[in-house]
């Protein structure tokens, strides 16, 4: 069955940087897009960043980008996220997903294409 399992998070100053990985199975990955997604306490889920099956476009939130970057490996199944100068407002737990179209991976409402959610990772960034 389709799996996605998040890693990477932890709890970082303000300021610092950490890389997040999306591992996924149970599914042809190189063929669909990918996204991250993030939910902090009390709001809803919000898009981060999607990316196309052959890296060949990025997208993202106008408050993570020149911040973030998204990136993925199709021999290895894995996406990931790199996240530079972390601010405390980036603190929520982040999610991967598989999407029909990048760009609509953005839209407000976003289900997953294909399986769920994974668990997540908790990202905490301090002051």
């Known amino acids: 069955q389709v799996q996605l399992v998040e890693s990477g998070g932890g709890l970082v100053q303000a300021g610092g940087s950490l890389r997040l990985s999306c591992a996924a199975s149970?599914?042809?990955?190189?063929?669909?897009?990918m996204g991250w997604f993030r939910q902090a306490p009390g709001k809803e889920r919000e898009f981060v960043a999607a990316?196309?099956?052959?890296?060949?476009?990025?997208y993202y939130a106008p408050s993570v980008k020149d911040r973030f970057t998204i990136s993925r490996d199709n021999a290895k199944n894995t996406v990931y996220l790199q996240m530079n100068s972390l601010k405390p407002e980036d603190t929520a737990v982040y999610y991967c997903?598989?999407?029909?179209?990048?760009?609509?991976?953005?839209?407000?409402?976003?289900?997953?294409?294909?399986?769920?959610w994974g668990q997540g990772t908790q990202v905490t960034v301090s002051s």
């Open positions: 997903a598989v999407g029909f179209n990048a760009q609509a991976m953005g839209v407000p409402g976003f289900k997953p294409y294909i399986g769920s």
């Open positions: 149970g599914f042809a990955f190189s063929n669909y897009p």
């Open positions: 990316i196309t099956r052959n890296s060949g476009y990025t």
